[in-house]
């Protein structure tokens, strides 16, 4: 679906997969089982702006305008090199049963929770040991995850859902690729955004 489509059917706490054509968004998919997608962000209204919380190499957790994406990436004047896909976690978000649900579904204190839980982490660096260790698990099945305050995309994603009690269950030894959230049975992929 075109972006000036779907952008105000968007909610709050939505989730921005990316499956890149780079080559660190190649290895990812490629340590990830041949995934679709290397990148996850959190997408939030900011005024009248579609914005995205995310985590990247190259400046850590930070906040960029969606639109940016779809169609001037990184100041390139082009689009994300790959594809882009819309999701909703069924967990944060019920369709209201009644007027009164109906009336509490215009303040959804899980996703303000998730949004200020993500903004208490802007600036954080991005983990680069945390993609060594994938890659050295990914390789030899060995290594475990060890906490830390740097966060690859989806362990800052994983992290911001955490505290409203929805887990995004890893490989077993800590780590939580975009794949796995991708794959939660509590995930709906609603739609494939075009430019």
């Not at 679906?1 to 105000?8: E, F, G, I, V």
């Not at 991005?126 to 390789?139: E, T």
């Not at 929805?166 to 991708?182: C, N, Q, T």
Request: charged content about 25%; proline content about 3%; some cysteine.
């Amino acid at each position: 679906m075109a972006y000036q489509d779907l952008r105000n059917r968007i909610h709050n706490g939505d989730l921005l997969f990316c499956g890149g054509q780079f080559a660190f968004s190649k290895t990812i998919r490629y340590l990830s089982g041949c995934s679709k997608v290397s990148h996850v962000g959190i997408v939030y209204w900011w005024n009248d702006r579609l914005m995205l919380l995310e985590s990247v190499e190259t400046d850590g957790v930070r906040i960029v305008p969606v639109s940016q994406y779809v169609g001037n990436y990184e100041n390139t004047e082009k689009p994300y090199n790959g594809r882009l896909y819309l999701a909703r976690d069924q967990r944060l978000f019920r369709p209201p049963e009644n007027e009164v649900d109906l009336a509490r579904s215009i303040r959804n204190p899980k996703v303000e929770q998730v949004l200020g839980d993500a903004a208490s982490l802007l600036n954080k660096k991005f983990s680069f040991k945390d993609v060594f260790i994938f890659f050295l698990q990914g390789n030899t099945g060995r290594f475990q995850h060890e906490e830390n305050d740097q966060f690859l995309c989806s362990e800052f994603v994983a992290r911001c859902y955490a505290g409203v009690g929805i887990d995004y269950s890893g490989d077993g030894r800590g780590f939580v690729a975009p794949e796995h959230i991708a794959m939660s049975e509590h995930i709906d992929v609603l739609v494939e955004i075009v430019g």
